[in-house]
Structure formats: C-alpha cells, structure tokens
C-alpha cells in the first residue's frame, strides 16, 4: 500500500497543516435522490447552496454508489469496506441486534488505533443488544416500554465498533423514542407509541413509525434540529484539541417522515420532501460552519453521500411539481435501477483534491475505508477486513481515470445487477424491487417491459435506462454473469487480496 502515489501523499501531508493528521467528517443523507442536489440536476426545484459549495471546493463523482438501496446494508458497506450482500440484504428491524461480526475491522476502529478520537452523532440502523435490557419472563415479542430494564447499559452499538461517542435516538422510525449517549437511555421510556398516537399526518407521506416504547411527549420534530445543534457543538469543540478526530453524522431525512420544521415550509419548488432536503442541506451548511469556526476546516476531509435514492413517494412528486429525484436516472429506493443506489458522492480533501473538479469514474463508498487507510499508510489485515475496497486517492489526486472496472448492486436476496464500465447488466427479470409505476414509465416515456430474464443497457448512450440491448450484445451479458458470480464466489473484489 505505501507504493501508491507516495510523492503525492507525501506532499499533500506536507501542505495539510504541516504534515498533522487529517479529520474527518462524514455527512451522510437518508434517502435522497442522485437529481436532489443542484450541483447534480441544474433542473433542480430545490435550492442546495451549501453542498453545491462543497461541491465547487472539492471534487464531485457523477458515477457513486452506495452497496444498496436501503439503509442498513449501506451503512455497514459504507464502514466495513465490505459489500453488505456477503453476509446480510435487509433492514435491521425494530429493536434489532446488531450486523457487526465481533472480529469485523470497522472504519472507526482503524482510525481509533491511529490515534483518532471517534464519533457518531445520528441514525445508527446498525443494531443493538436490546435483549440485554429485556426483564426476565417477558415475551421476546412484546414491545412494551415496561418489558425492559432503562437503566442498564445497551451493549454492542456503536461503541462497541469503534466510536468513543455516540449521541442520537438510533433510527427516527423506529423505537426507542428517546435519546440515547454513549450506551444508555438519558430518559426512561415510560409510553408505548403505537400507529394511532399521531393526531396529524406528516407533512408528506405517511409517518412510518414502528409501534414501540417511548416518551409520551416525544416530538419527532426536535430529532433533526437537536443532532444539528450536537453536530455543531461537537466540531466547535475541537478547536484547542490536537488529536485528529472523525465525525460520523449519518442524518434521519429526507427519509420519512417527511417532518421539516416549520420555518423551512415553501423554501423549494419540490414540496415538504424539498423542504426537507433543503433543510438537511441548511444543516450541512451549518456543521461545515462550526468546522471552520474550529479552526480545523483546512486540514478535514469532508465526505458527503447518501444510502440510497429517494422513497417512492418522489412518483407522486414529479407528478406534482416536475421534480424526479433520480434525474436522469432510472428507479427509486429499493432498486437495482441506478437510481436506488447512484447517489450524490462529494469529496474535499486539502491538497488533494483540485476545487470546482468532477470525476466520472465509477466508485462506491465501499471505497472509503482502503482510501483513509491508504493516505494514512496503514497496512489493512488480510482477514476480515474490507474485502471490496478499493483506493480513491489516484482519482482524487486526479492521476487516474478510473481504479475500480466493477460494481456489484443488490437489494434483495438472489437480485442482483452489475455494472462494468458503462455497461449496465440487470441479472433479473427488470430491475425494480419496491413496485413498478405505470403511469410514471408512460409519462416518462418508457417503453413496455419485455419477457426477457435479465435486461442490458449501455449507460453512456441511455443513462434513463429505457433501452433494453442484452438481445443485441449475448456475449456481453455471458461475460458479465460470469463476472458477477466470480466476484460473488471469490469472496472479495479488493485489488490488495489478488
């Protein structure tokens, strides 16, 4: 690993703060579209000034993925440096254990032994030890608030994987609804929140809210304003501390409920969702803010992303309002199409990456643990340790075109897509998981599905992906299933284990 690019990691430590240690700050959006931000779509109807900022001082890709389209397989790919699919595919589900094998090398982990001090402040969605406060003789079924013991400590969360701290209520629509620090409730639940507790609907959609224990007077309003006001107390206080650190902020939106505060209400041309997404980006503004406030700003890679593409109530949306949060991209949340899984991908790094620059290459967030671990000169172990990541610093240093030829997507069990170059190869019958919308094709002009059990599209000539091709290229779609069930059976894609 110490053979790549050494001239350029050596002189970009040396203008990062005079060799220091970079920080790190991942934004992490919950369900936004790849056609959400202005930097992405100039068609656009919701105004994103802040990471469009981001996006003019660092380096934006055109061609990033998440590992899936939905949140907690993401979020695991995302800090393992691992494809989600090699162990699970779905959601960690209400009061759910965690995903984390014990031996698993996570991303905060490294850094911790690196000398970085560690924190999530967010959406978790990784899973807890809840059975751990469960009270003897009660039903593992049963969701009631008076089913666990508060006081105990919650084992196996995100302190047991690599956070010094953590603060946050875990997942907005899911229960406890309460705020946990570190390993412990700061209030005991003493309500159980069930579907008919809500006296209004949301702003958009429907509240999604899973029935479990809570605070009677919990508002699901305060969630994102009081992770902003951690986000920025917690950046601001690193302005006299000279350990490096990294930030984790995973947000709860847009993801539903599509809650924004009220003085956020008409602030797009997209609806409340816009709001929302209008709001989160307010947010961002405001942490990158309080970095710059720190004194820490110019030696801080931010990385800015999100775990899949926009809910499917953004049909609806562009019905209304003439805004697709997938533009120009085919398919939502949940999708193997693009657009349940390419999403906005911003970089800056100090002296890395060059201002205003774009990269087409295709990349994952996968990627980001080898490309820490790369400009920090570690040495990642062979075992249990991101089997699928590849290194991002040619591209950011702009020396490459492209690191990575391929990339596996998959939502479910046994639907799986694959991309290689600009080839994109849908190994099902079509490529849409959460349902498909009719109307949506035809006003969109799509043509009628065919009969065929996998489709094809070349992306640099149909990036809609309206155009099936896999009758006209057999060889093609040969070659590349047999791509796909090598990296599958191999059990790693990661250039460092070949």
């Given at each position: 690993?110490?053979t790549?690019?050494?001239?350029?990691?050596?002189s970009?430590?040396?203008?990062?703060?005079h060799?220091?240690?970079?920080?790190?700050?991942?934004?992490y959006?919950?369900?936004?579209?790849?056609?959400?931000?202005?930097c992405?779509?100039?068609?656009?109807?919701?105004?994103?000034?802040?990471?469009?900022a981001?996006a003019t001082?660092?380096?934006r890709?055109?061609?990033?993925?998440s590992s899936?389209?939905?949140c907690?397989?993401?979020r695991?790919?995302?800090?393992?440096?691992r494809?989600?699919w090699?162990?699970?595919?779905?959601?960690?589900?209400?009061?759910?254990?965690?995903?984390?094998?014990?031996?698993?090398?996570?991303?905060?982990?490294?850094?911790?032994?690196?000398?970085?001090?560690?924190?999530?402040?967010?959406?978790?969605?990784l899973g807890?030890?809840?059975?751990?406060?469960r009270?003897?003789?009660?039903?593992p079924?049963?969701?009631e608030?008076?089913d666990f013991?508060?006081?105990?400590?919650?084992p196996?969360?995100?302190l047991?994987?690599?956070?010094?701290?953590?603060?946050?209520?875990?997942?907005?629509?899911?229960?406890?609804?309460?705020?946990?620090?570190?390993d412990?409730?700061?209030?005991?639940?003493?309500?159980?929140?069930t579907?008919?507790?809500?006296?209004?609907?949301?702003?958009?959609?429907?509240?999604?809210?899973?029935?479990?224990?809570?605070m009677?007077?919990?508002?699901?309003?305060?969630?994102?304003?009081?992770?902003?006001?951690?986000?920025?107390?917690?950046?601001?206080a690193q302005?006299?501390?000279?350990?490096?650190?990294?930030?984790?902020?995973?947000?709860p939106?847009p993801?539903?409920?599509?809650?924004?505060?009220?003085e956020?209400?008409?602030?797009s041309?997209?609806?409340?969702?816009g709001?929302?997404?209008?709001?989160?980006?307010?947010?961002?503004?405001?942490?990158?803010?309080?970095l710059?406030?720190?004194?820490?700003?110019?030696?801080?890679?931010?990385?800015?992303?999100?775990d899949?593409?926009?809910e499917?109530?953004?049909?609806?949306r562009?019905?209304?309002?003439?805004?697709?949060?997938?533009n120009?991209?085919?398919?939502?949340?949940?999708?193997?199409?693009e657009?349940?899984?390419?999403?906005?991908?911003?970089?800056?790094?100090?002296?890395?990456?060059k201002?205003g620059?774009?990269?087409?290459?295709?990349?994952?967030?996968?990627?980001?643990?080898?490309?820490?671990?790369?400009f920090?000169q570690?040495?990642?172990?062979k075992?249990?340790c991101?089997?699928?990541?590849?290194?991002?610093?040619p591209?950011?240093?702009?020396?490459?075109?492209?690191?990575?030829?391929?990339?596996i997507?998959?939502?479910?069990?046994?639907?799986?897509?694959?991309?290689?170059?600009?080839?994109?190869?849908?190994?099902?019958?079509?490529g849409?998981?959460?349902?498909?919308?009719?109307?949506?094709e035809?006003?969109?002009?799509?043509?009628?599905?065919?009969?065929a059990?996998?489709e094809?599209?070349?992306?640099?000539?149909?990036p809609?992906?309206?155009?099936?091709?896999?009758?006209?290229h057999?060889d093609?779609?040969?070659?590349?299933?047999?791509?796909?069930k090598?990296?599958?059976?191999q059990?790693?894609?990661?250039p460092?284990?070949?």
């Amino acid at each position: 690993m110490r053979t790549l690019l050494p001239i350029v990691i050596a002189s970009c430590l040396l203008h990062i703060a005079h060799g220091e240690k970079p920080n790190v700050l991942f934004l992490y959006a919950d369900d936004l579209g790849y056609g959400d931000l202005g930097c992405y779509n100039p068609d656009s109807k919701i105004p994103t000034p802040a990471l469009d900022a981001l996006a003019t001082d660092g380096m934006r890709f055109t061609d990033g993925h998440s590992s899936s389209g939905i949140c907690t397989p993401s979020r695991y790919a995302l800090l393992t440096g691992r494809h989600h699919w090699r162990d699970f595919h779905g959601i960690v589900n209400a009061l759910g254990s965690s995903v984390f094998e014990a031996d698993r090398l996570t991303l905060p982990e490294m850094l911790q032994q690196k000398g970085y001090k560690t924190a999530c402040i967010g959406k978790w969605h990784l899973g807890w030890d809840w059975d751990a406060l469960r009270k003897d003789g009660t039903n593992p079924k049963s969701h009631e608030h008076t089913d666990f013991d508060w006081t105990r400590p919650i084992p196996d969360g995100p302190l047991a994987h690599g956070f010094d701290y953590y603060f946050g209520d875990a997942v907005i629509n899911f229960p406890p609804y309460c705020w946990i620090e570190n390993d412990r409730v700061l209030s005991v639940p003493n309500h159980t929140i069930t579907r008919d507790w809500f006296k209004e609907d949301p702003k958009e959609g429907r509240w999604e809210v899973r029935p479990g224990p809570g605070m009677a007077d919990w508002d699901f309003y305060d969630v994102l304003p009081t992770l902003a006001e951690k986000g920025v107390e917690y950046l601001r206080a690193q302005k006299d501390s000279e350990q490096p650190f990294f930030l984790y902020f995973p947000f709860p939106s847009p993801h539903a409920p599509i809650i924004p505060n009220d003085e956020f209400d008409g602030k797009s041309g997209a609806g409340p969702y816009g709001d929302f997404v209008y709001q989160t980006d307010f947010i961002c503004g405001q942490l990158i803010q309080a970095l710059k406030d720190s004194g820490k700003y110019e030696n801080t890679l931010i990385f800015f992303s999100a775990d899949n593409g926009s809910e499917k109530y953004a049909y609806a949306r562009d019905e209304k309002f003439g805004h697709w949060s997938s533009n120009p991209l085919r398919g939502l949340k949940r999708d193997i199409y693009e657009g349940g899984h390419r999403v906005p991908f911003l970089v800056r790094w100090p002296g890395l990456t060059k201002p205003g620059s774009v990269s087409d290459a295709l990349v994952s967030q996968v990627d980001l643990m080898a490309t820490v671990a790369s400009f920090l000169q570690i040495d990642l172990p062979k075992e249990n340790c991101a089997e699928d990541s590849h290194d991002l610093v040619p591209l950011l240093a702009g020396k490459a075109d492209k690191v990575r030829e391929a990339h596996i997507h998959n939502t479910k069990v046994d639907n799986y897509a694959i991309r290689q170059g600009p080839w994109l190869l849908i190994d099902t019958a079509n490529g849409y998981e959460s349902g498909r919308n009719k109307e949506w094709e035809n006003r969109r002009n799509y043509p009628a599905d065919n009969d065929a059990s996998f489709e094809l599209f070349h992306l640099g000539n149909d990036p809609g992906q309206r155009n099936d091709v896999a009758a006209d290229h057999p060889d093609r779609v040969e070659s590349m299933q047999a791509l796909l069930k090598k990296i599958r059976e191999q059990g790693f894609s990661a250039p460092r284990l070949k």
